[in-house]
């Protein structure tokens, strides 16, 4: 891995354990569906984690087509946002996450959230997982970069 990856990811890896929520967006029939959605990241960041509820339009969309993208951002809703603020768009396909894996990523989710057990435990919730494709970073306003996973 060179340096610039290494620092890419550690940005990256900073935002995800610093920020609560990310932008959910699905594909719908006629025009894309955004939702926000309470999110966790997998250490090496080749997954994120969220919980929806199985009878929800952003479960049934990705059942449907399951490419989405996941917007996280550090900002702080100020003018110095247009200086500082970062935007990482994280973008892959999304599924329910599967019986081998469900314990060691549930406990992930938890830990970020704990606050969430109930919601998470319910027999209609589902633990949904992004296996990320692509990260695009967008800092100082207009500067984008691009990590393929």
Same mark, same amino acid.
């Given at each position: 891995?060179?340096?610039?990856?290494?620092?890419?990811? !550690?940005?990256? @890896?900073?935002?995800?354990?610093?920020?609560?929520?990310?932008?959910?967006?699905?594909?719908?029939?006629?025009?894309?569906?955004?939702?926000?959605?309470?999110?966790?990241?997998?250490?090496?960041? &080749?997954?994120?984690? #969220?919980?929806?509820?199985?009878?929800? +339009? &952003?479960?049934?969309?990705?059942? /449907?087509?399951?490419?989405? /993208?996941?917007?996280? !951002?550090?900002?702080?809703?100020?003018?110095?946002? #247009?200086?500082?603020?970062?935007?990482?768009?994280?973008? @892959?396909? =999304?599924?329910?996450?599967?019986?081998?894996?469900?314990? +060691?990523? @549930?406990?992930?989710?938890?830990? &970020?959230?704990?606050?969430?057990? @109930? #919601? #998470?435990?319910?027999?209609? /919730?589902?633990?949904?997982?992004?296996? =990320?494709?692509?990260?695009?970073? =967008?800092?100082?306003?207009?500067?984008?970069?691009?990590?393929?996973?």
């Amino acid at each position: 891995m060179h340096e610039h990856e290494k620092e890419i990811e !550690d940005l990256i @890896g900073s935002i995800m354990a610093a920020e609560l929520l990310a932008v959910l967006a699905t594909k719908a029939p006629e025009y894309p569906y955004t939702n926000l959605v309470a999110f966790a990241a997998t250490e090496d960041l &080749k997954r994120l984690l #969220f919980v929806t509820t199985r009878s929800t +339009r &952003k479960y049934l969309y990705l059942i /449907s087509d399951n490419r989405a /993208s996941l917007l996280i !951002d550090n900002r702080s809703n100020s003018f110095i946002d #247009f200086r500082d603020a970062v935007a990482i768009n994280a973008t @892959g396909r =999304v599924r329910e996450a599967d019986r081998e894996n469900y314990s +060691r990523l @549930g406990d992930i989710y938890l830990r &970020k959230h704990p606050y969430l057990r @109930g #919601f #998470f435990s319910s027999d209609s /919730s589902a633990l949904m997982c992004m296996d =990320v494709e692509k990260y695009i970073i =967008v800092r100082d306003f207009q500067n984008v970069v691009e990590l393929d996973m």
